[in-house]
């Protein structure tokens, strides 16, 4: 397997020039299946591992994040940024601890959000720069990237300029990469991405209609999908058992074949 130290410098280089899609599996199977269609690098998505364990998101505890986090990077080649929530924690000394032990699970980068899980909506600004710089102090000299992330379009969204605002103020405060889930419009995806240039922009694909090739025009470095890759899985699964509870079992024969699916873990170490 590749050492944790040449994945956090691929994964660093990933993100000096051109565009790249970071997809999200849930498991180390999905992660694996991922690395063998070819792609350059991992994130984690909450919501989907917290979907396997029989769980909303946010609600799975970090503990059981970590040990999901050490799994998924122990399992592939491929650098694995984590999607770390909210750091686990309210304050910027227990943000650094968590931030400690996903560095030590093996993750080649990781995002921290400005929601305030107890309390509700958002960290004001001067709080979230704190956590994140906690953060930052935290990863230290072990190569991992730091991704700092805005929810507030996902609360509020047209709220695009103060979304800038926070992107901007976390580049300056020393984020490696910038990330506000919720942006669609392309004229505000190009102005977030001059806004906090040079650093890169993480934009959440939401627009089916929007192609890597113009994300890349716009000034995008890199593109998750979330919860989506879950989600289509969930939609198959679900639409698959509902015809077998009506008591057809057509539906059984669009399974990808086992052989297969064999066949693309066997190149993987035991």
Known sequence: MTSVEKKRAAFRALHEEGCFVLPNPWDAGSA?????????ALASTSAGFAWTTGQPDYRVSRAAVVGHL?????????????????????????????????????????????RDLE??????????????QAAQGAIGASG???????????IEPDQITRAIDSLVAFADAGADCLYAPGVRKRDDIA????????KPLN????????TLAEL????????????????????????AARELA??????????????????????FPE
């Open 32 to 40: 694996r299946m991922l690395q063998h269609l070819g792609f350059k």
């Open 70 to 114: 050490a799994l998924v990077c122990g399992a592939v080649d491929l650098p694995v940024n984590a999607d770390f929530e909210s750091g686990f924690a309210a304050t910027p000394d227990g943000v650094a601890e968590s931030v400690k032990m996903a560095v030590e699970a093996g993750v080649a980068g990781l995002s921290i959000e400005d």
């Open 119 to 132: 309390r509700g909506g958002l960290y004001e600004t001067g709080a979230a720069i704190e956590r994140l």
């Open 144 to 154: 991992a990237l730091l991704v700092a992330r805005t929810e507030i379009l996902l």
């Open 191 to 198: 102005a977030m991405a001059r806004a906090v240039a040079p």
């Open 203 to 210: 934009v959440l694909a939401i627009d089916p209609t929007m």
């Open 216 to 239: 890349r025009d716009l000034g995008v470095r890199r593109i998750s999908v979330g919860g989506s890759l879950a989600r289509v899985g969930w939609a198959a699964t679900v639409a």
């Open 246 to 267: 009506g008591g057809s079992f057509s539906v059984l024969a669009n399974g990808m074949p086992a052989k297969e699916i064999n066949g693309m873990f066997a190149g």
